[in-house]
């Protein structure tokens, strides 16, 4: 397996993939007062919330990043699906570079192939429109089917697509119940006829009966359609049932990644051992082993050496002192100094 300068390079040829990152990294001022910043001396402290990361998506599958709230998850989605510029490092969709300067009809063209589901579905519907036109708005917006007849049966279709009703278009977000109203954003997800789709939590402010709906909603437009998705999640429940390879964001770097079967039976690195030993389980007699310690670290000051090693159960002396360098482990990579 080649390495990559982070030591953070996929399993997954970065060339046969949909979507790839490579070495991305976000830093973000911390606000200071104006005259502290006068001060001899002065430095300006910057947060680091996401640090070299390198990923590849192959066509149709979908990726999970999981992690603790703070580990950066959702700022490097942000970065993928074009939000939020890197501070460095690259991000591809079917070999273009999204970051590159390039004419506003091929940006255009490239946004088109890129969408994004939120983690709160009222929040991201516009209140004051109707259905109908909260779904139809990407068409508008990408200059898709001009005809104001055919925008609106596109959009009737969308709505029977993801098991609403035609008539629901001529009502608000209000008037929808919770999985109703993903189900809105899912369909106008899917009205610029996207590749690729971030999906941000889109299922945890919901009922587990309907996160069950959503989620087989997700895994048949998926294979009905050929979508990518990059997944974010807290559940791991959530991520085993839709993940084909997973990563493990800590403190904004990969510590591990793997295809979904290996990680969940043969965990490699400390901290993915600790979030699976988080997880409920209904049939164990005793409490589970390695229940999480502490909690995630300050990214304005992080530790020195490996990041995890002030809550590792297993950490030694060389672990405060050096940072791990991945090592390849089956079916992927983690980055830690027992490996």
């Known amino acids: 397996m080649n390495v990559s300068a982070t030591g953070l390079n996929p ?6 993939s949909l979507v790839q990152a490579k070495d991305l990294e976000r830093d973000f001022a911390v606000h ?14 910057v947060i680091r919330a996401v640090r070299g990361v390198t990923l590849a998506i192959p066509k149709g599958r979908t990726y999970a990043l999981v992690g603790e709230s703070g580990s950066g998850k ?28 390039v004419s506003a009809d091929e940006q255009r063209k490239l946004r088109r192939r890129i969408q994004m589901i939120f983690q709160d579905p009222l929040a991201s519907l516009n209140p004051l429109w109707r259905v109908s036109a909260i779904v139809s708005e990407p068409m508008r917006v990408f200059g898709l089917m001009p005809d104001g007849g055919a925008r609106a049966a596109r959009v009737a279709e969308l709505l029977e697509l993801v098991g609403l009703s035609t008539t629901d278009g001529r009502k608000f977000p209000h008037e929808f119940s919770g999985g109703q109203r993903q189900r809105i ?42 979508l990518t998705y990059l997944f974010i999640s807290h559940d791991l429940a959530v991520v085993r049932h839709m993940a084909d390879r997973i990563g493990v964001l800590y403190l904004g770097e990969l510590v591990e990644e ?31 082993k390695g229940e999480p310690v502490g909690e995630i670290p300050d990214a304005a000051s992080p530790p020195p050496g490996c990041a995890f090693h002030p809550r590792c159960p297993v950490a030694r002396e060389i672990c405060s002192r050096l940072h791990p360098k991945a090592s390849q482990v089956p079916t992927g990579h983690a980055s830690c100094h027992l490996l």
């Open 11 to 16: 399993i997954v040829p970065i060339e046969a």
């Open 258 to 288: 793997r295809d979904s079967v290996a990680f969940f039976e043969t965990p490699e690195h400390p901290y993915s051992q600790m979030l699976l030993s988080a997880v409920p389980n209904a049939t164990a007699n005793s409490p589970s």
């Open 32 to 45: 200071v007062p104006f005259l502290r910043r006068l001060m001899p001396g002065f430095e300006q402290p």
């Open 74 to 101: 959702s700022t490097l989605a942000r970065m993928i699906v074009g939000l939020t510029p890197p501070s460095k490092g690259e991000v591809f969709i079917g070999g273009h570079n999204i970051w590159d300067p």
């Open 185 to 226: 954003a899912i369909a106008r997800a899917l009205a610029s006829d996207p590749e690729f789709i971030v999906c941000d939590e889109p299922t945890s402010a919901l009922d587990v009966s309907v996160q069950a709906q959503v989620l087989n909603l997700l895994k048949r437009l998926q294979k009905d359609l050929s």
